[in-house]
């Protein structure tokens, strides 16, 4: 039975990379009533810094918990985030991302003028002075590498996408389409897949406005290495659930040859050779986990 609550927001800890603290912090800048969402912090093992900050936001009148299931399988932890929820609205949230004050309000605002099928889709952006430094990181993001799309320019949201960092769907056809597959043991394309499945159960997903996230996360190029590492042993994984579709409805992440192509596209002037060189050796690593998946 649901309370008066509006939303469940469920964040999964990303065992490769487990901050939470500025992420907490922002749910109490919210311009929406803390008595009517609830906050699910679901990790694979309890961290006693994380336990004090949380029994502090509890004490001003949070509905928090932080949850712990021994997998290191982001997609067992979403689900089992979801499993728990007590809204009917569900609001997936990365945890190296913080909130504006306005993105609890947006989601359920949003899902108030649409229907039951809808995926509302938050931007997100790394922190200016992060972006600033590091021409790695503007190029990530520019191009669309990070999220499968650019929320930095020219946004359009393809249908069936569905990202982990910030993406508000219904309860209800959350657990129609099935959750999200957990076969997948990296923190990647679980929810590319999922987005894909949701399509067949009559998804559409929709931009929306004023639900921006801040990542507070400056990427080396040797965890992006490793990411597409990832990536790379997912989509082998994706391949064998035949979950790929025609090119229309490919969140860029799926197809390397999409992301080279869309890549392509960004670069210019004296930043095109840079560029180029990153392109490569990210695809060296998606290629190399590919690879090894079966090996």
């Given at each position: 039975?649901?309370?008066?609550?509006?939303?469940?927001?469920?964040?999964?800890?990303?065992?490769?990379?487990?901050?939470l603290l500025?992420?907490?912090?922002?749910?109490?800048?919210?311009?929406f009533?803390k008595?009517?969402?609830?906050?699910?912090?679901?990790?694979s093992?309890k961290?006693?810094?994380?336990?004090e900050a949380?029994?502090?936001l509890?004490?001003?009148?949070?509905?928090?918990r932080?949850?712990?299931?021994?997998?290191?399988?982001?997609?067992?932890r979403?689900?089992?985030?979801?499993s728990?929820?007590?809204?009917p609205?569900l609001?997936?949230?990365?945890?190296?991302?913080?909130?504006?004050?306005?993105?609890v309000?947006?989601h359920?605002s949003?899902?108030?003028?649409?229907n039951?099928?809808?995926?509302?889709?938050?931007?997100a952006i790394?922190?200016?002075?992060?972006?600033e430094?590091?021409?790695?990181l503007?190029w990530?993001?520019?191009?669309?590498?990070?999220?499968?799309?650019?929320?930095?320019?020219?946004?359009?949201i393809?249908?069936?996408?569905?990202?982990?960092?910030?993406?508000?769907?219904?309860k209800?056809f959350?657990?129609?389409v099935?959750?999200f597959?957990e076969?997948?043991?990296?923190?990647c394309?679980?929810d590319?897949?999922?987005?894909?499945?949701?399509?067949?159960?009559?998804?559409?997903s929709?931009?929306v406005?004023?639900?921006?996230?801040i990542?507070?996360?400056?990427?080396?190029?040797?965890?992006?290495a490793?990411?597409?590492?990832?990536a790379?042993?997912?989509?082998k994984?994706l391949e064998?659930?035949?979950?790929f579709v025609?090119?229309?409805?490919?969140?860029?992440?799926e197809?390397?040859k999409?992301?080279?192509?869309?890549?392509?596209?960004?670069?210019?002037?004296?930043?095109?050779?840079q560029?180029?060189?990153w392109?490569s050796?990210?695809a060296?690593?998606?290629y190399q986990?590919?690879?090894?998946?079966?090996?």
């Amino acid at each position: 039975m649901f309370t008066n609550m509006n939303l469940s927001i469920i964040i999964p800890i990303d065992a490769y990379h487990p901050v939470l603290l500025s992420n907490l912090e922002s749910w109490d800048n919210q311009n929406f009533n803390k008595a009517d969402f609830e906050v699910i912090v679901v990790d694979s093992e309890k961290k006693t810094d994380w336990v004090e900050a949380i029994d502090d936001l509890k004490s001003r009148g949070f509905n928090l918990r932080y949850e712990i299931i021994e997998s290191d399988h982001r997609s067992v932890r979403a689900n089992f985030g979801a499993s728990q929820a007590q809204a009917p609205l569900l609001l997936f949230f990365a945890n190296d991302f913080f909130a504006d004050e306005t993105l609890v309000s947006s989601h359920v605002s949003f899902h108030k003028m649409h229907n039951d099928k809808t995926i509302g889709v938050g931007t997100a952006i790394s922190v200016e002075s992060q972006r600033e430094a590091s021409a790695f990181l503007r190029w990530l993001e520019d191009s669309g590498q990070l999220f499968g799309i650019s929320f930095t320019k020219n946004v359009k949201i393809p249908e069936g996408y569905f990202y982990m960092g910030n993406c508000s769907i219904k309860k209800s056809f959350f657990e129609q389409v099935g959750g999200f597959n957990e076969a997948f043991a990296f923190p990647c394309c679980e929810d590319y897949e999922f987005g894909i499945r949701s399509i067949s159960s009559g998804s559409v997903s929709r931009l929306v406005e004023n639900a921006q996230a801040i990542h507070d996360h400056p990427i080396t190029f040797e965890e992006r290495a490793r990411s597409m590492e990832f990536a790379g042993r997912s989509a082998k994984i994706l391949e064998k659930l035949n979950a790929f579709v025609p090119i229309e409805y490919r969140p860029l992440r799926e197809s390397l040859k999409r992301i080279v192509w869309k890549c392509q596209r960004q670069i210019n002037g004296d930043d095109q050779l840079q560029h180029k060189v990153w392109n490569s050796k990210l695809a060296g690593s998606f290629y190399q986990g590919y690879i090894d998946q079966d090996a």
